[in-house]
């Protein structure tokens, strides 16, 4: 790793782990899970109704060994290190489910604002017993579990496989995040390399499913460069033979560098012409699905347009592009503020990255408690 790059690197670390002994603690009810919600998922490419459900749980283990990633808000959902026990856990999920009618939700995601396959943040009692009861829900087709790849272990889904029925099957959805290196350290903080998520990948695809997240509107990159950036992620993802691949367009949520980088002046949401302008581009040879936004904790704020044509932008995406995912639903009529997105696009920064991130952490140290 080249020294300014390391130095950054080491700079940055420590600035995420001020930001993370500094996120309110508040004490929740353990066997009350984060969240729920419907969302669109798919089916051999056809569009479907997915539950997501977050259980509250101790949270990323990354947050403690490297201060989490420069984006993510989710440790202030989280039991904070506290690991809820197994009844505690399926109280949870059991919950959620009675929120909603299962007969028409062929897709399950159970999240837990971290990896569902590190046993330190559920444990394998707790992630069994849910599968026993997914088990008996005959419309759910296909389940999706978060994870680290550092956490995909052959053996372990091999036997949560076994429990499953005939008809069910099993997803891995991992974040790649970018598929430059450099990129993903100093602008995510994500704690491994391409090969090791392409390695983790490589490990269980014969007997799993696998779905990639992309991000868009990475931190120390101007607008066209996260544009590129996204897309050649996304061909990557797509070379990886990945079965979904999800952008996931960065959002600022409370008590993250991002949300501090943002209020300094140093950090803007990637605009909605720019993802569609990506979707333009790799759609139909990649069919991404567009996040709708929903993270726990909810973003503060989400990539806009202006006031005339947010609403419209986003109705395309969530409402059209999801569910049939091809070009056509990607047309828009024009809008007088085009023409200032596209003076975003032309905006350049010959600083190396190093430098970006040194000078923007430099600018709001003094606003991080210790």
């Known amino acids: 790793?080249?020294?300014?790059?390391?130095?950054?690197?080491?700079?940055?670390?420590?600035?995420?782990?001020?930001?993370?002994?500094?996120?309110?603690?508040?004490?929740?009810?353990?066997?009350?899970?984060?969240?729920?919600?419907?969302?669109?998922?798919?089916?051999?490419?056809l569009p479907v109704r997915r539950l997501v459900i977050t259980l509250r749980a101790p949270g990323c283990s990354w947050v403690e060994r490297g201060g989490g990633c420069t984006m993510c808000g989710?440790?202030?959902?989280?039991?904070?290190?506290?690991?809820?026990?197994?009844?505690e856990f399926i109280s949870q999920f059991r919950r959620e489910l009675a929120l909603y009618d299962l007969r028409d939700i062929h897709v399950l995601s159970v999240y837990n604002s971290g990896s569902m396959l590190n046993p330190g943040e559920l444990g394998s009692e707790a992630l069994k017993r849910i599968f026993l009861h997914i088990r008996t829900l005959?419309?759910?087709?296909?389940?999706?579990?978060?994870?680290?790849a550092e956490y995909v272990d052959r053996a372990s889904l091999e036997e949560l496989l076994d429990v499953l029925g005939p008809d069910q099957r099993l997803s891995i959805a991992m974040g790649l995040e970018t598929a430059d290196d450099t990129k993903r350290d100093l602008c995510v903080n994500k704690g491994c390399t391409a090969g090791e998520i392409f390695h983790a990948v490589l490990k269980v695809k014969d007997i799993v499913g696998i779905q990639l997240y992309v991000?868009?509107?990475?931190?120390?990159?101007?607008?066209?460069?996260?544009?590129?950036?996204?897309?050649?992620?996304?061909?990557?993802?797509?070379?990886?033979?990945?079965?979904?691949?999800?952008?996931?367009?960065?959002?600022?949520?409370?008590?993250?560098l991002v949300d501090l980088l943002y209020h300094e002046g140093l950090f803007r949401l990637p605009s909605l012409y720019t993802l569609y302008e990506v979707l333009r581009t790799v759609v139909p040879e990649i069919r991404p699905y567009v996040s709708p936004f929903l993270h726990m904790p909810r973003p503060s704020l989400i990539p806009r347009g202006c006031p005339l044509c947010t609403d419209r932008l986003m109705d395309g995406l969530l409402k059209r592009y999801n569910i049939s995912r091809d070009s056509e639903s990607l047309e828009y009529e024009p809008c007088a503020c085009i023409p200032v997105w596209?003076?975003?696009?032309r905006v350049t920064d010959e600083r190396p990255l190093a430098q970006r991130v040194q000078d923007s952490l430099a600018a709001v140290t003094d606003r991080v408690v210790s």
Do not use: W
């Open 74 to 87: 989710h440790l202030a959902g989280t039991t904070r290190g506290v690991l809820p026990s197994a009844e």
């Open 215 to 256: 991000l868009l509107g990475l931190p120390f990159l101007t607008e066209h460069e996260a544009l590129d950036d996204t897309v050649r992620s996304l061909r990557y993802a797509h070379e990886m033979e990945a079965d979904e691949i999800h952008i996931e367009p960065i959002t600022v949520q409370d008590n993250t």
């Open 342 to 345: 596209r003076e975003r696009l």
């Open 138 to 148: 005959p419309a759910v087709r296909k389940v999706v579990l978060e994870t680290r």
């Open 1 to 45: 790793m080249d020294r300014s790059v390391k130095e950054s690197l080491e700079a940055l670390r420590g600035v995420l782990r001020s930001i993370r002994s500094s996120t309110p603690h508040t004490v929740f009810q353990f066997d009350r899970a984060a969240s729920s919600d419907i969302r669109t998922g798919y089916i051999d490419g």
